[in-house]
């Protein structure tokens, strides 16, 4: 097996020449490749190499307890003794207070070396969040620094049986209990929702402490440890049997008059969750890109050992010298690369602290976009591979099941098409400030099919827009707007191809993306233009 190695230059290439994360105040790139390094480092050496036997052994209960495969405890052990886990989370309670995007980096190493682990262990800067805007001053003080040791981990506690997107109808219930509140429920598909690898969990649920609907919601902080030293009311009565991702337990959890706080207001539970969902939204996207990644490096040293027919002279050849492969690694790259520019386009928004709107408008559309990208490049990497690609082997396999999660979670790939569709689209700013982001590509590169392609965009928006967004174009539209996004993120890398790693390999790929997505695009309108006919006939 091809061994993981992190795609440093790629990561820092991306985030200064496309994105723009010099104008970031706080941005300090010498320390972030300092830091970016040393944790490459370690998920090389000690991460990885568990992927392969995690997804083979899997998690099990053993007397009620979560086990997690072996060697999986003592790497996280390692991981949260030298303070990775407190990276991000402000020092003033026990964290290191560097840039959060620093922490996606951190991320995406993690997720391409070893995604079950990296799902037990990342919801951390997102709990954090949440308690640093929401939370009391004892609880920031109190929970912060158990998060930012390692000692606990966390985990966001949404969906139940029949509530899964519409979150207006959980049943979880939350009642008054002195000082405090007690829960009662059951909730579903909960990664991490039990483990062995930290002393304890933060669970930060969703329960209903009101009227039915989503303003009847509050957010609970409850402990898996109490502070008297024992358990909570807390139990795992599943691990769910997954397609992927087999080292990280998806857990059904009962929550029996377990002992709670409230974070924030009675009623505000979902604007509290959206500032976790947000910030894993963000992350899936990212893995989706680690995934891309991966899949795109097993092939290529797969294509360039593997020798199959002759030259023109005779002498045989590796598989990437034909035609046929070299196309299919350069499309494997275009996601890679072009995933990751996107991905990175909408951090650097997030972290300058302006145009709120059009991260608002980008979010669903990088969530979307890189997820299928881990999809497509995995689903192509097999193909180079061959009978090879569907074995074991390799591990080409198991990134396609691990990957294929990431349009599922965090909101499906369909709701957040209909979320663009039917909210950002219709608001109208973010669409517009997207608008402008791409026209000004236009206008940097002069490029004339890009400039076709927002005309086709404008159009296709004018039109949806007359006919009050039609749900049955949302899914084309999803397409049709990242496609757009990639290709004009591509135009950037074209135009600074000669500062990447491979300016051979990156000129090779954008002109590919240059001929073809142009056209993809032309059709994605077409057929929109087809379902608005259709939707108001």
């Known amino acids: ?79 949260a003794a030298d303070g990775w886990q407190g990276l991000s989370l402000p020092d003033e309670h026990g964290g290191q207070g560097l840039p959060n995007l620093l922490q996606f980096i951190v991320s995406e190493i993690f997720s391409g070396a070893n995604h079950s682990l990296q799902m037990v262990v990342n919801l951390v800067p997102g709990a954090s969040n949440v308690l640093t805007r929401f939370g009391t001053d004892e609880q920031r003080q109190t929970l912060i620094p158990l ?10 506690c949404l969906t139940e049986s029949g509530a899964g997107s519409d979150l207006a109808k959980i049943r979880c219930k939350a009642t008054p209990a002195g000082d405090n509140w007690e829960i009662s429920g059951e909730k579903i598909f909960i990664s991490g929702g039990g483990q062995d690898i930290s002393d304890g969990i933060l669970h930060l649920v969703l329960a209903r402490t009101g009227e039915e609907g989503i303003r009847g919601l509050s957010l609970f902080a409850c402990r898996s440890i109490l502070e008297n030293g024992s358990p909570n009311s807390i139990s795992v009565a599943r691990i769910e049997e997954k397609m992927g991702l087999h080292a990280s337990p998806t857990c059904q959890m009962q929550f029996e008059r377990a002992e709670a706080e409230i974070i924030g207001l009675p009623g505000e539970g979902l604007k509290c969750m959206f500032a976790m969902m947000n910030h894993a939204r963000t992350d899936v996207a990212l893995q989706g890109v680690a995934h891309a990644t991966r899949a795109l490096d097993i092939a290529t040293a797969y294509a360039a050992e593997r020798t199959q027919g002759t030259d023109d002279d005779g002498r045989s050849v590796s598989i990437d010298q034909h035609e046929d492969v070299r196309q299919m690694l350069d499309d494997m790259a275009a996601l890679a690369i072009g995933g990751r520019a996107i991905a990175h386009t909408v951090l650097v928004h997030v972290e300058s602290g302006s145009d709120a709107k059009l991260v608002d408008f980008l979010t669903p559309v990088a969530k979307a976009f890189c997820s299928e990208a881990a999809t497509s490049a995995a689903y192509v990497g097999q193909q ?5 690609g569907y074995l074991q082997e390799y591990g080409i396999d198991q990134i396609y099941r691990d990957a294929r999660i990431t349009a599922i979670y965090e909101g499906t790939n369909g709701i957040h098409a209909k979320t663009l569709l039917k909210r950002e689209l219709s608001r109208g700013q973010g669409a517009e400030m997207f608008r402008e982001l791409i026209s ?27 006919a009050q967004y039609p749900i049955s174009a949302a899914g084309d539209f999803m397409q049709l707007t990242g496609k757009l996004l990639f290709l004009a993120l591509w135009l950037r890398i074209l135009d600074r191809v000669d500062r990447s790693s491979s300016p051979e390999m990156y000129g090779r790929v954008g002109k590919r993306v240059l001929k073809r997505v142009p056209l993809e695009i032309s059709c994605l309108s077409s057929q929109i233009r087809i379902e608005i006919d259709n939707a108001v006939n």
């Open 384 to 388: 180079v591979l061959g009978g090879y």
């Open 1 to 79: 097996m091809t061994p993981y190695k992190a795609p440093l230059q790629d990561i820092f290439f991306s985030l200064r020449e496309i994105a723009g994360a010099q104008r970031i105040p706080e941005w300090d790139e010498d320390l972030a490749l300092e830091v970016a390094s040393a944790f490459a480092n370690f998920a090389e050496n000690e991460i990885a190499p568990l992927n392969g036997r995690g997804d083979l052994q899997g998690c099990r209960i053993e007397n009620g307890a979560v086990r997690m495969p072996d060697g999986f405890r003592e790497a996280y052990q390692r991981l």
């Open 147 to 156: 998060l930012a040791s390692g000692s606990y981990l966390a985990t966001m």
């Open 440 to 466: 000004d590509i236009v206008e940097a590169t002069a490029n004339e099919k890009l400039g076709v392609a927002l005309t086709q965009w404008d159009d296709v928006k004018a039109r949806l827009t007359e």
